[in-house]
């Protein structure tokens, strides 16, 4: 089976622009999970999304958003971008949430 | 307050000598541990789900076991390829649901 994918895997904007990172889970995959990965911080999780509803959602201002379509591929939006949102964001995709999850490639996001 | 710590944060062993690599975690009724490899600019490579006390699960040089409060990563006879940070996460209920909560991980490097 194709592992997870994301796209771009490089992004490079300026402060107060917007992004849209986006996620395609594993064939048979319904669950998506985002995180966000730091050298300070380590990884934290950001949201899940499970048949296009949100699950959860950690501790991120709303300026960080995502979404899921029915065939479970999904996408988070980050918008009026700082300088701290430099991270590598990486997208998590599992069968069924609470099951073990599978990490794409991760998209590195410079911000500037 | 970190729920889940790992220890040591680096490690350098030489090849051949065997270590053991820890993460513990301060949480109540258990649902599951996962232990990640990662490289550099990559994303988490999934190595073990543990879920009750007393289990264990190997894969070439790598044995996860786990206890009811910490989990151990041995590492038999390592080899340079070895070398990548190793993460512990665990599922942790937080605002509307469970999510992973990852450690700060363990830099491991093994020299020829």
């Known amino acids: 089976k194709a592992g997870v994918t994301q796209t771009p895997r490089y992004l490079i904007k300026t402060r107060g622009q917007q992004v849209t990172l986006s996620c395609s889970p594993i064939?048979?995959?319904?669950?998506v999970s985002w995180y966000q990965q730091t050298p300070g911080q380590g990884l934290q999780f950001l949201f899940e999304y499970f048949s296009e509803t949100q699950r959860n959602k950690g501790n991120f201002p709303g300026r960080f958003s995502g979404r899921q379509f029915s065939n479970s591929r999904s996408e988070m939006n980050v918008s009026t971008l700082e300088l701290g949102d430099s991270a590598l964001y990486l997208c998590a995709s599992s069968p069924f949430p609470q099951e073990t999850q599978y990490f794409g490639p991760g998209t590195r996001l410079l911000v500037l | 307050e970190d729920q889940v710590t790992q220890s040591p944060e680096a490690l350098r062993l030489q090849e051949g000598e065997s270590s053991s690599l820890n993460c513990s975690y301060t949480v109540s009724g258990l649902r599951g541990l996962f232990w990640y490899r990662q490289d550099p600019g990559k994303g988490p490579e999934f190595l073990f789900t543990l879920y009750s006390a007393g289990e264990e699960k190997e894969k070439e040089r790598l044995k996860a076991t786990l206890t009811k409060k910490e989990s151990f990563l041995h590492i038999t006879a390592p080899k340079p390829e070895d070398s990548a940070t190793y993460l512990c996460?665990?599922?942790?209920?937080?605002?509307?649901?469970?999510?992973?909560?990852f450690g700060k991980g363990t830099s491991l490097l093994v020299t020829p």
């Open positions: 064939s048979g995959h319904r669950s």
């Open positions: 996460a665990v599922l942790l209920y937080s605002n509307s649901g469970y999510a992973l909560n």
